[in-house]
């Protein structure tokens, strides 16, 4: 069994015959599309919605703020000296018992790296998926193209058909 992958240009069901008869008879079992071929034009502009902006700019505040830093110090709101030096007490305080909050600090750490590489592979995917998704529907659409052309040429067909009996029939009726 040989497989032959035929192109051609046109729309026309006789032109695709003529092409696969010449592919026959030539023996050129051509490329097949996942071998080098893509059949949708790549030439659109990516479309964003509302949503896919609201994913990007949650995605890079959760690249900007996934590590808990509990040694770092948070400027007060406002200037006062009172606030100021709340501050600073507390950052000592943290200095200090860093060795009591260290193993919490770094295993909720490792977990939020993790949560971020996972919702990164998680995102590839569907994004993936997705694409797979508008190919099938662009083939399928290509294909209910070819279908609907098809109905017409057979009905056209039938219509020549039926007038060539007709012809016949009066040829016939003529003879005798």
């Known amino acids: 069994m040989s497989i032959y992958w035929i192109r051609f240009q046109g729309d026309s069901a006789a032109e695709a015959m ?3 008869a010449d592919a026959l008879y030539q023996g050129e079992h051509g490329v097949a599309p996942d071998a080098g ?3 949708k034009p790549r030439t659109e ?6 949503g896919e902006d609201y994913l990007q700019s949650n995605l890079q505040t959760l690249h900007t703020s996934w590590s808990v830093d509990p040694l770092r110090a948070e400027p007060p709101a406002d200037q006062r000296l009172i606030s100021r ?7 000592l305080i943290r200095r200090v018992t860093r060795w009591y909050f260290l193993a919490p600090w770094l295993q909720a750490n490792e977990f939020h790296a993790a ?3 996972i919702i990164e592979v998680l995102l590839a995917r569907q994004q ?3 694409q ?3 190919d099938y529907h662009y083939r399928l659409h290509a294909a209910e193209q070819q279908i609907h052309l098809l109905r017409n040429e057979l009905a056209i067909t039938r219509q020549h058909l039926m ?3 007709q012809y016949q029939a009066m040829h016939q009726a003529k003879s005798e």
Not at 45 to 50: A, G, Q, W
Not at 85 to 91: A, I, K, S, Y
């Open 18 to 20: 003529k092409a696969v």
């Open 37 to 39: 071929y893509s059949e």
């Open 45 to 50: 502009p990516e479309v964003t919605t509302p």
């Open 85 to 91: 030096l709340r501050v600073h007490v507390q950052h």
């Open 115 to 117: 949560v971020v590489r």
């Open 128 to 130: 993936q998926f997705q």
């Open 132 to 134: 797979q998704i508008n």
């Open 163 to 165: 007038e060539l009996k």
